[in-house]
C-alpha cells in the first residue's frame, strides 16, 4: 500500500462531459503530483501542488485544471472530454529521502 | 533537455539475469528511478540512486550508474515469472522554479518465459 488514494478506480464517460478524479496524498505529505499514461504518449506530467499552492504545469491541457484542498487532498477536473483523454490518471506523493509513491490510478475511458 | 529512453521490449528465460537499459539526457539529474508496473496496476518504487553514486544493490536488483554516458542499467538476477512487467527509467531534472518533477522513458515490457 502506497499510502495515496485515488478515487474513482474507473470512470466511463461520453465526450464532451466534464469528470473529477480524486487524490488523497500520503499521511502528512503536502505534495501532489499528477500524471497521465497514455498508449501514445507515455507517462506525462501534468501538474505538482505544494500545500494548497500551484508549483509547477507540464503538459497540462487548458481544458484540464486542478486544485489542492485545505485538508491536502487533490482534485483534477476534466472539461469538454474528447476520445484521446481516454488514459491512466495517476497522482503522486514525495518520499521521504527522495522518490515518488504513486496511488494506483483511474481509469478514464471516454467513449 | 529533457528526455529519457529505452528500449521498448526484452524476453529472457526463467532464472537468468534480465538487464534493462535507460540512457538520459539530463547531466544535472539528482536522482533516478526504476519503477516496475504490472499489469492493470499502479507504479511501483523498485529503487533509486542518487547521482553522487555508481552502483546499488538491494537483493536481486543492481543498478549501475554511468555519469559520463548518461547511462543507467537495472539488472534483475534469477528472474521469475512474477518479474514480467514493465519498467520504467525516471529522472528527476536539474531542479528549477523549487519544484522537482520526474521524467519517465516510455517504458521497457520484460517478458519471462520457461
Known amino acids: 500500500d502506497s499510502g495515496v488514494t485515488q478515487t474513482p478506480k474507473h470512470l466511463i464517460t461520453a465526450t464532451g462531459q466534464r469528470v473529477t478524479l480524486r487524490c488523497s496524498p500520503r499521511?502528512?505529505?503536502?505534495?501532489v503530483y499528477w500524471y497521465q499514461q497514455s498508449l501514445d504518449q507515455g507517462l506525462q506530467f501534468l501538474i505538482h501542488?505544494?500545500?494548497?499552492?500551484?508549483?509547477a504545469k507540464g503538459n497540462i491541457l487548458e481544458r484540464f485544471s486542478a486544485q489542492q484542498f485545505p485538508d491536502l487532498h487533490s482534485e483534477l477536473n476534466l472539461s469538454s472530454l474528447e476520445l484521446g483523454d481516454s488514459a491512466l490518471y495517476f497522482c503522486?506523493?514525495?518520499?521521504?529521502?527522495?522518490?515518488?509513491?504513486f496511488g494506483s490510478g483511474t481509469r478514464l475511458t471516454v467513449v | 533537455g529533457e528526455d529519457v529512453e529505452q528500449s521498448l521490449f526484452l524476453s529472457v528465460r526463467e532464472g537468468d539475469s534480465s538487464v534493462i537499459n535507460c540512457t538520459y539526457t539530463?547531466?544535472?539529474?539528482?536522482?533516478l528511478y526504476w519503477y516496475k508496473q504490472e499489469p492493470g496496476a499502479g507504479l511501483q518504487l523498485l529503487t533509486y540512486?542518487?547521482?553522487?553514486?555508481d552502483m546499488k544493490q538491494d537483493q536481486r536488483l543492481t543498478v549501475l550508474l554511468n555519469k559520463k554516458d548518461k547511462h543507467l542499467s537495472l539488472r534483475i538476477a534469477d528472474t521469475q515469472t512474477g518479474d514480467s512487467a514493465i519498467y520504467f527509467c525516471?529522472?528527476?531534472?536539474?531542479?528549477?522554479?523549487?519544484?522537482?518533477?520526474?521524467?519517465f522513458g516510455a517504458g521497457t515490457r520484460l517478458a519471462v518465459h520457461p
Open positions: 501542488y505544494y500545500n494548497g499552492e500551484e508549483r
Open positions: 503522486a506523493s514525495s518520499v521521504p529521502g527522495g522518490g515518488y509513491t
Open positions: 525516471a529522472e528527476i531534472p536539474g531542479v528549477s522554479g523549487g519544484y522537482n518533477k520526474l521524467i
Open positions: 539530463d547531466s544535472s539529474s539528482t536522482y
Open positions: 499521511s502528512g505529505d503536502l505534495s
Open positions: 540512486i542518487f547521482s553522487n553514486m
